[in-house]
């Protein structure tokens, strides 16, 4: 199946940094989102994003989807941003019927 | 919020019990996700259901099970509990017939002793 590989694992940062989280993955996709989990375990949704580029508010996504890869970029980093950040695709091959498969995240870390 | 709503939120249960969670699509969703995380696995696709029927399977157990009833709500079932069960439960759902936003509901966490 698809493989899907994020970078970094780990990340900390100093409150107002900016920051950029890749996802890889190995298959063209028709679908692509980035979650946020927080430390509640609530998976929110960010972006759909399976092409081009979104922005929303702090937050913006570009997916290339001709080299498989996706960034997310977080600026003025605030700690409620503290949590792990999940890329997750679905393959085109499954023909929409298949789930998304999750990258293994980055856990980011806002120290005040 | 993202419109799904899933029950119970926590679940504390013994090994070689079963256990039912229940889930809630957005209005007007048809499909259903059923997803399991845990710290061996992450997060993994376990089933999906369109309309009441079953539509793609992923790494679902021989030991669960799920359905999708006429009113859209849906039930994963798991059965003869092991401690390795103990996880965080997700569903989510989609639009109907498009490759889209999956949303999630807040999860049930289950802990089997």
């Known amino acids: 199946g698809i493989q899907v590989e994020q970078s970094p694992p780990d990340l900390i940062l100093q409150e107002g940094a900016n920051s950029t989280l890749r996802c890889n993955f190995s298959?063209?996709?028709?679908?692509l989102q980035w979650f946020h989990q927080n430390p509640w375990g609530q998976l929110i949704n960010l972006f759909y994003i399976p092409s081009g580029t979104k922005q929303n508010g702090r937050l913006s996504a570009t997916t290339v989807a001709t080299e498989r890869y996706s960034l997310l970029y977080i600026s003025s980093s605030q700690t409620t941003d503290s949590g792990v950040y999940f890329c997750a695709v679905e393959s085109k091959s499954g023909g929409g019927a298949d789930g998304l498969t999750f990258g293994k995240g980055t856990h980011l870390i806002i120290q005040p | 919020d993202s419109g799904v709503t899933q029950t119970p939120k926590h679940l504390i249960t013994a090994t070689g019990q079963r256990v039912t969670l229940r889930c809630s699509p957005r209005?007007?969703?048809?499909?259903v996700y059923w997803y399991q995380q845990s710290l061996d696995q992450g997060l993994q696709f376990l089933i999906q259901?369109?309309?009441?029927?079953?539509?793609a399977k992923g790494n679902i157990l021989e030991r669960f099970s799920a359905q999708q009833f006429p009113d859209l709500h849906s039930e994963l079932n798991l059965s003869s509990l092991e401690l390795g069960d103990s996880a965080l439960y997700f569903c989510?759902?989609?639009?109907?017939?498009?490759?889209?936003?999956?949303?999630f509901g807040p999860g049930t966490r289950l802990l089997v002793l």
């Open positions: 259901y369109y309309n009441g029927e079953e539509r």
């Open positions: 298959d063209s996709v028709n679908n």
């Open positions: 209005s007007g969703d048809l499909s």
């Open positions: 989510a759902s989609s639009v109907p017939g498009q490759v889209e936003t999956q949303y």
